[in-house]
């Protein structure tokens, strides 16, 4: 009996116009939410090839002092289904000693959260939440009403049937009209991925967008439910699809758009101004250590600061060749002091820098947690947690992965003493380090014999150095030497959330919405047990 | 056999729908239950479907109380309504095969819906044709035709003959008497005097809940139908 109905329900489902007009829809929809979607991938991709070029010059360097990775993360091949955060926050993230690592370059000076879920963004699952979850609701909301309404439900209970069985009949039916169009958007879009020359998925992304499958039945099931649940509540059915309608809007709409909201005024975060004001106290003090550092082994060491080949930045960067003993003895003492000394500042301002990422990710979390009141939502959270696009995902990348390799960049200079190891600025070997005065009667090919008397020779001139081009020295210019070995430079892993990680993850999540389906039935099957044929 | 034992319905809102009904349709007999609209002719028929409790007093059919035994007595009970919508995206035949089915005759073939359909008059082309594109009488045929597939030997009637064109009417009064001679027990609502009493074996007028007048038919083909019925509701307009 229930079979009957069920396949009553279906073949009737397929015949209306709502059937036709809804599966046009996704014919049109999915492909273009597709093909904008892989463009956009594939924009991304060219990108990302761009920045790699770019980053591997960054591993091109002489000294230690010069060396800065650059990471640049792929782009997410599954954003094409769920886009998630992905396109809100950067991928490119400079590893530096005085930073600490907080999120990408663009990210620090906004004032806009971008770890908040965006709103519309067409991708797949987007397109499925919309269009499927009406196509639910317009299936259902007039399942029972609407049969009131036209006198066939009097004559279906006219017979030795049960009112349950009905029910159910008509809930398989529903399904059973849904699962193929799903299954349909489904399959559409993996045959668009298989023909994307560019895209290529791992077994484990395809595994990924498989578990998509039954977590969409799961949502759409849900709006089966409210749609037949309205429809066993109100004898018109022109009630239930306000009703439906309204419950729609609130979930897709209304709901994440008012958690997002909520969490920003319930959960303030500090301007990036306070922010920076902060650092700018710590790299004052940190600025004023350094030079009174400077100032005492300057007094001690009495270095003349004479190098024939030199380059430097305020970031720490200092390359040198040719350079005095003095000159380079004092560099190595002043890294010596200096570099551990902005790694702890780095730590100092990343305290800052951390609290505000906390509340970031408080704002986030708050945000996520509200909008789980609606299922739409819920969908979208473990749709973007399996797709890899979720804030999980990227506080995952943040918080251990950029911040460990940091770690583990900084431990491997460490190891190698290169503070205080002249080859943090300079490939010359020591042992051919000369004084200044040495450097000069060579140079000048016994013009001068001391740096006192070039010195006092240069003032005379106008600051002519030509005299000490005569005899050049070998292996004083930078360039004189090869770029570092750094194979045994640490490698970046980024860690994402396994498979399992994100089932135990969104277990919760799905348990709740059929947790609510459960309920959904209840009221559903005691309402139309109630309901009032006449 | 159709019975109804002081059957009495008063709704939540207190309005007394059907006031102590006492009446038996016994086999091969057309019982025509008229008045005015909100008389309590349907509330009648909604209680003998079982789609409303009885605030006292029982309906039986072939002596099986429907709120007690509501599917059992089902199974002795035809239905047909006033505007018989069915679904309009399948065919006739196929809307005969979710009802037989329903009404617990699974395995009937093409052939016999068609033939049937030929019983009540339905033109061959309408067969396979959507329900939507009928007219009201082409509707009501089928809906008899659900009936008589259902085999079922009380049929319970709800103004059928409503809207529809005199030949339409004509040509169902037809087909119920020919259930009639089958031994079918009909309990008929309806306003249409006229049909009642080319048909009616026993007729009713019902006044406010209450069954007012009862006559055979030797006796209100002996009196005027038609100037009884407006007695009565002038009766009651006065009252």
Known sequence: MILQIAIKEFYNNLLTARFSIGFIMCLFLIPFSLVVNLKDYREQLKGYEIERAKTEKSYQVRVYSALRPEIVRPPEPLSIFSKGISGNAENKFKIRLETWVSTADGYETGRENPLLMSLFSMDFCTILVFVLSLFALLFTYDACSGERESGTLKLVLSNPVHRWKVLIGKLIGVCLTLLPVIMFCYLLSALFVLLAPEVSFSAGEWLRVALLIPVSLVFFGLFILIGLLFSCCFRSSAASIVLCLFVWVISIFIIPNLANSLAKSLVATPSTEELRAGNVLLIREMGKKINDYSQSIIKQMKPDFFYWDGKGGEDGYMEFAGASRSTMDFRRQFNEFREPLRIEYAEKKGVGQKEYMDQLDAQVKLANRLALLSPTDVFRQVSNALCRTDYDTRHLLISESLQRYRDDFIGYLKGKKVFSSYEYFTRQPPGTFMDYDEIVRVRSGGQFNSAAEFIKWRKEHGGDRSPLNKVPIPGTAITDYPLLELTDMPTFECQSPSIPGVLRQSMGKIAGLIGVELVLFFLTFVCFVRYDVR | ?239
């Open chain 2, 1 to 239: 056999m159709l019975q109804a034992i002081d059957l009495t319905k008063r709704y939540e809102d207190g309005v007394l729908a059907l006031d102590f009904l006492t009446l038996t349709v016994k086999e091969g007999e057309i019982f025509c239950l008229l008045g005015a609209n909100g008389a309590g002719k349907t509330t009648t028929i909604n209680l003998f479907l079982n789609f409303i409790d009885p605030t006292s007093g029982q309906a039986l059919i072939n002596g099986i109380d429907v709120t007690k035994e509501p599917l059992k007595a089902k199974k002795y009970v035809a239905y047909v309504s006033e505007n018989v919508m069915l679904y309009g995206n399948f065919t006739a035949r196929q809307n005969l095969d979710f009802f037989a089915k329903l009404g617990g005759c699974p395995d009937l073939k093409k052939e016999d819906y068609y033939m049937y359909m030929r019983k009540v008059g339905l033109p061959e082309r309408a067969f396979e044709m959507r329900l939507k594109n009928f007219s009201k009488g082409m509707r009501q045929k089928v809906g008899i035709t659900i009936a008589i597939i259902k085999n079922a030997p009380n049929i319970l009637l709800d103004e059928p003959t409503s809207g529809l064109d005199p030949k339409a009417a004509a040509e169902f009064i037809k087909v119920l008497s020919s259930l009639r001679d089958q031994g079918k027990a009909m309990f008929m609502c309806t306003h249409d005097i006229f049909r009642a009493k080319e048909l009616a074996d026993r007729v009713g007028i019902m006044k406010e809940g209450r069954l007012v007048m009862l006559r055979t038919r030797e006796e209100f083909l002996e009196d005027d139908l038609e100037k009884v019925y407006l007695d009565y509701m002038q009766e009651a307009v006065v009252g």
